[in-house]
């Protein structure tokens, strides 16, 4: 099994400001997951991308995927307060974790 | 259900006793997953469920962990002997099926203190 990484392990905007995060990885993957956790939460399943796409759109969230350099990015434009949370991708079959990023966004 | 739940949502005990936590899946999710928190960690992965068969179980840290799946649907996750170094959130999460990295849905959590 592999794991993602993420960084940076945490990050502080302002409201309004957009947010990049990254993910790396070790092996070849099929897909890869992205998931938010708010405070003493379960995770919530944000969007999965696979290994034959490069780019993904829900709402507010940008994900990309760079195979060759084994990475992908989470962006999460014009952030709002209550997008505060750790974020962490998974790899494969979803169930390897990283230590994620732990976002703050000030109001 | 409406969603994945668990119980209890704490559970303090003292060490070396046993413990048993359980999960309800969303009705129909075939694969199962147990996870555990430490804080400021990401969720570490315990064991995965195939319908009854665990699939993978090779994140279970060591023979006094243990969990079942008997029928398909709810699983207990049984940790015997526990030490301080057990305590920790325990997640369960549900996803349709195993295959290809569906989307897993998790339950609150069980966080487990032990003294």
């Known amino acids: 099994s592999q794991q993602g990484e993420e960084d940076p392990q945490a990050l502080s905007i302002q409201e309004g400001e957009n947010a990049t995060m990254n993910c790396s990885y070790k092996?070849?993957?099929?897909?890869l997951q992205w998931y938010r956790q708010n405070s003493g939460r379960g995770l919530v399943h944000l969007i999965l991308?696979?290994?034959?796409?490069r780019e993904k759109h829900s709402g507010r969230l940008r994900v990309t995927l760079d195979t060759s350099k084994k990475s992908s990015s989470l962006l999460i434009t014009a952030s709002r307060a209550a997008d505060t949370a750790s974020y962490f991708c998974?790899?494969?079959?979803?169930?390897?974790f990283g230590t994620g990023t732990s976002l703050t966004v000030i109001p | 259900g409406a969603g994945v739940s668990q119980t209890p949502s704490n559970k303090v005990t003292e060490k070396g006793k046993y413990v048993e936590l359980r999960c309800d899946p969303i009705?129909?999710?075939?694969?199962l997953y147990w996870y555990r928190q430490s804080l400021g960690q990401g969720p570490e992965f315990l064991i995965y469920f195939q319908g009854t068969g665990a699939a993978d179980d090779s994140g279970l840290p060591n023979d006094r962990f243990f969990a079942v799946r008997p029928e398909g649907s709810v699983s207990t996750l049984k940790i015997q002997r526990t030490e301080r170094g057990d305590s920790a959130v325990y997640l369960c999460a549900s996803s349709l099926n195993g295959v290809g990295g569906n989307e897993q849905f998790f339950g609150p959590g069980t966080r487990l203190t032990v003294l």
């Open positions: 092996t070849s993957i099929n897909n």
């Open positions: 009705s129909g999710h075939t694969a």
């Open positions: 991308i696979r290994s034959n796409e």
């Open positions: 998974a790899t494969d079959l979803g169930y390897n």
